[in-house]
């Protein structure tokens, strides 16, 4: 039985063998002789005037080989060039300023005493890489001297053993080529294989598949699959079990599998791992309801639609809401049915504390700042301070002025000559009314106490005509009487009603 399998083995191998060797016999150019011969010729002469640095033709007076008998043989193209060759020639052929390497590809023979050699590239390199140069191409005189030659370019067109060599010829072997390298699937389809591998492959039956070739291939394992391994013990490339393949997760059973879809074309959500953090760079539109167990955090613009209580509404608490499309200074209210909307009197309010004074005796504090457009003519502003002055008689004074120095209200004497060198104490509400955005009415009651007694102060009304068309920052300062007193507002609030 051992016999006959070696004997069917090779007759497989002998009709392999057949048809390869008839496959790359159809397969060579067919040539109506050698692409490049090589001839002894003799010494020859420019005929003419002689030869420019740039002529591609170039007229001799003789270019033929002689006979023991005399008689001459006209030298052809097919002689000297072959089919797809060249014929190298040495112009002044040892002349130190103007030897001249040339090849040329057609020779025509004239009236048996002159040719011309045409299809000529002139100023060959005498070196690597040995193409032509105008800088190595001369003028010649009549009569130079021109010889077939072995010149730096000629030898070009051998394989050096040293070289890297692309063989445009068909090559004959009368002994077979001894590799250095083993052929593998992975091999190019023109690689020459040794007879050991064409034997595997054929006692195999076919040679190993790779992505142009069809053929054996190994069935890899779970590991080898998850790990992109390519290649078997066996040399062939690895493909994929469909027992290593599912739709469905498991991986309380299952290590490493090949993931597929379900009947639907969906992946199902068990193939990701949920409890790992996920980065989202691009914008998600979720079309239903999203439920957070866990808390959100946000470092940029959150925007929620929130513009009906049915559709798209902002639940808090179980409440679905409607936020207003405007945005506005007010008062957001609920009209019960979860739409909120802007209601009552706008207003800027501040509350606080004054700044210890400064050596001129004055004490300050920035109330608020009221947007441009804010006041109207039925707005108002109250404030309500406090404060101490010690001094030694005189009054002091209390302002309301924009940052700018532009004094909107003014009163005298608060906190004034109560104190009579002792601290004095007093408090007050201002009211300043407007007419317009840029007219104002201001009015002032207050009361203080010190060493005089307790005193009311009632001031009556101030006019003014500051600008609140545009932005504005008020100020609350108090004067002491003189320089270097101590003078403080300890509290101080303020509305403006729009």
């Not at 004997?7 to 150019?29: C, D, E, H, Q, R």
């Not at 002032?444 to 005193?455: K, L, P």
Request: hydrophobic share 35%; with cysteine.
């Amino acid at each position: 039985m051992e016999n006959l399998r070696k004997i069917v083995a090779t007759i497989i191998l002998f009709f392999i063998l057949i048809l390869l060797g008839l496959n790359y016999k159809n397969s060579l150019p067919s040539y109506g002789g050698d692409a490049n011969v090589y001839t002894g010729g003799q010494s020859y002469y420019l005929s003419g005037t002689g030869l420019t640095s740039s002529a591609t033709s170039i007229g001799v007076t003789d270019f033929s080989v002689y006979k023991n008998d005399g008689t001459k043989y006209e030298l052809l193209t097919a002689d000297v060039a072959g089919t797809s060759g060249n014929v190298y020639l040495t112009v002044e052929p040892g002349n130190s300023t103007k030897q001249e390497f040339v090849s040329c590809t057609t020779v025509t023979q004239g009236n048996g005493t002159s040719a011309t050699l045409s299809g000529c590239s002139r100023g060959l390199l005498p070196f690597s890489p040995y193409t032509a140069s105008t800088t190595y191409a001369f003028p010649h005189n009549g009569g130079a001297k021109i010889i077939v030659s072995n010149s730096p370019a000629f030898y070009n067109q051998f394989a050096g053993k040293g070289n890297d060599e692309s063989i445009t010829g068909t090559w004959t072997f009368s002994d077979s080529p001894i590799l250095s390298t083993e052929c593998t699937v992975a091999s190019a389809d023109t690689e020459i294989c040794a007879k050991a591998y064409i034997d595997s492959t054929a006692n195999a039956g076919a040679s190993d598949a790779n992505l142009t070739t069809k053929g054996i291939v190994e069935i890899g394992t779970q590991t080898q699959n998850a790990s992109s391994t390519q290649f078997g013990e066996t040399g062939a490339w690895l493909a994929q079990a469909s027992r290593y393949a599912t739709d469905t997760p498991n991986t309380a059973t299952r290590g490493s599998v090949d993931i597929w879809s379900g009947v639907t074309g969906y992946l199902a959500q068990g193939w990701l791992n949920l409890t790992e953090a996920f980065t989202w760079t691009g914008a998600h539109i979720f079309q239903a309801l999203v439920t957070m167990n866990g808390g959100l955090t946000s470092t940029a613009t959150t925007t929620i639609s929130a513009s009906s209580v049915t559709n798209n509404a902002l639940v808090l608490n179980g409440v679905a809401s409607q936020a207003p499309s405007s945005n506005l200074l007010g008062v957001l209210r609920n009209d019960g049915s979860g739409i909120w909307s802007w209601g009552g009197s706008p207003r800027i309010s501040y509350a606080g504390a004054g700044p210890n004074p400064s050596a001129e005796g004055y004490a300050s504090t920035t109330l608020f700042s009221i947007p441009a457009g804010f006041m109207t003519a039925s707005s108002t502003i109250e404030i309500n301070y406090a404060g101490t002055s010690l001094n030694n008689g005189g009054s002091g004074n209390l302002f309301l002025r924009t940052t700018g120095g532009t004094t909107l209200y003014s009163f005298g004497s608060a906190c004034g000559t109560i104190g009579n060198g002792a601290t004095s104490y007093c408090s007050g509400h201002i009211l300043v009314s407007f007419y317009s955005a840029s007219s104002q009415a201001s009015s002032h009651q207050g009361i203080g106490s010190g060493a005089n007694g307790i005193v009311a102060y009632i001031q009556g009304r101030g006019t003014a005509s500051v600008d609140f068309s545009n932005a504005t920052n008020l100020v609350l300062v108090s004067q002491a009487p003189n320089a270097n007193q101590s003078n403080n507002i300890t509290s101080v609030s303020a509305v403006a009603n729009k």
